[in-house]
């Protein structure tokens, strides 16, 4: 090994130990635990721990409240990334727009939502969509509409925690957008109005092909950044009503916490790793080929 190489690796040894100290490690170690049927008997005396081998993953595929909340979680994906992706796009292109005014304070204003404290926004919505006192069932009532049960109906309770979730957190993507939009050369544009191009053309055939590795990128944060839902559910509804908004997430937490099975909580996460990992590499292999074409 040359000078160069060691030089390589003593500058990288630091965030190595770091990562495999904060990450591997504790990963290696969750996935020791799905093996067994480490629960509250097994931390009180590790004699009763038992080794399971894949004991723990064929049961939670028999169990039906893994398979709604694998379904809850991914209808939260399919109706929320995409409703994401495009307010966050939809922003960008407002605020990069050359007509555009006081670019700072909206883009401030636009990004304030993601950096608030979830409780708390939390609390608000819930107050905003209070079946008797909240301002959105007032607004509806004063359009003739009826009040609805936005956070005990089971068909209304997913929907409104997707706008809460889609509202949170657009901004940040938001920004991502707006720089790829930023590097988009402006002779494209003026060729394309030179041709004769409408708005609609050139967002279609220059804007959203240049922005490709971006949207690939956001993308992949986001649709991972969804399949952990946890906290909106946990501070909104506690997965109810009927179960309808319990997450991949929320169920493992009551599995480990609520009811101290954690052989089971540790299956439940590498399961939830293993299809984020099929669908991001899915994208990638996607994203490559449109970059090979």
């Given amino acids: 090994m040359n000078r160069a190489s060691l030089a390589g690796w003593a500058f990288a040894a630091p965030a190595l130990v770091v990562l495999g100290v904060f990450f591997f490690l504790p990963v290696m170690a969750a996935l020791a635990l799905s093996l067994t049927d480490f629960d509250l008997y097994a931390l009180a005396d590790m004699r009763n721990l038992r080794f399971v081998a894949l004991g723990n993953y064929l049961d939670l595929l028999q169990t039906p409240i893994f398979w709604k909340a694998l379904w809850n979680t991914t209808y939260f994906v399919l109706v929320g990334v995409p409703l994401s992706i495009a307010v966050s796009l939809g922003a960008a292109l407002l605020l990069n727009a050359r007509v555009a005014r006081f670019k700072p304070l909206f883009r401030t204003a636009l990004f304030a939502p993601v950096v608030t404290t979830l409780v708390a926004v939390a609390v608000i919505w819930r107050y905003l969509f209070h079946t008797q006192y909240g301002l959105v069932n007032w607004a509806l009532g004063q359009l003739g509409i009826g009040a609805v049960d936005w956070f ?142």
């Fill in 152 to 293: 005990g109906d089971p068909r209304w309770a997913m929907p409104t925690i997707i706008l809460f979730a889609v509202w949170k957190n657009f901004g940040y993507n938001m920004v991502i957008f707006l720089a790829g939009l930023q590097a988009i050369p402006q002779d494209l544009y003026e060729a394309a109005r030179i041709d004769g191009a409408s708005r609609w053309q050139q967002f279609w055939h220059i804007t959203l092909p240049q922005l490709g590795p971006v949207l690939l990128v956001v993308g992949v944060i986001t649709i991972s950044g969804y399949f952990q839902l946890f906290a909106e559910p946990y501070v909104m509804t506690r997965g109810d009503p009927l179960q309808s908004t319990v997450s991949v997430l929320y169920f493992m937490f009551e599995e480990g916490f609520k009811w101290w099975t954690l052989g089971r909580a540790s299956a439940v996460a590498f399961l939830l790793f293993l299809i984020i990992l099929a669908i991001t590499a899915v994208l990638l292999r996607f994203g490559r080929r449109k970059e090979l074409v």
